[in-house]
């Protein structure tokens, strides 16, 4: 196993959540946010994650195209949920890490979340961006034009 196969969106959130907690169990520094509407909010927010990775899925197999952010798409897929994201995989992971921070109550763990959007358009969106714009050229320029990268 390669550090470029461990190179992967679910790692790197599995790696910000867990800095949450730790944060939410090491120094909680008696700030909280604990509370039903914290819960309910937490719970919205990892579900839609998890449902836009769901239908993103779905769309990118319906199209017979790759999952694996460091390899070169064989179709641009504009249709479904990538209507209305360029990067519906990547916005979920954004909706569990700060779903988890709340389920946590990990108040000073927040910050995260920007980080974690930083990290993913550099490690992952903006590589990605310009295979697809080498291979779909006119097409990719459209695409982006009128669906926007991240809502």
Avoid: C
């Amino acid at each position: 196993m390669t550090l470029r196969s461990l190179d992967l969106p679910p790692v790197w959130l599995l790696g910000f959540a867990a800095l949450a907690w730790v944060q939410a169990q090491v120094l909680p520094m008696g700030m909280s946010l604990e509370g039903p509407l914290t819960d309910l909010l937490s719970g919205i927010l990892i579900g839609a994650g998890l449902l836009l990775m769901v239908l993103a899925v779905t769309e990118l197999r319906r199209h017979k195209t790759t999952l694996w952010p460091h390899e070169t798409a064989q179709s641009l897929v504009q249709t479904g949920i990538f209507k209305r994201t360029r990067n519906p995989i990547y916005l979920g992971d954004v909706l569990i890490l700060a779903g988890l921070i709340l389920r946590f109550d990990a108040v000073l763990a927040l910050p995260l979340v920007p980080i974690f959007v930083w990290l993913l358009e550099r490690r992952f969106v903006i590589p990605e961006e310009n295979r697809l714009r080498r291979a779909f050229r006119a097409d990719f320029a459209r695409y982006q034009g009128k669906t926007r990268r991240w809502v």
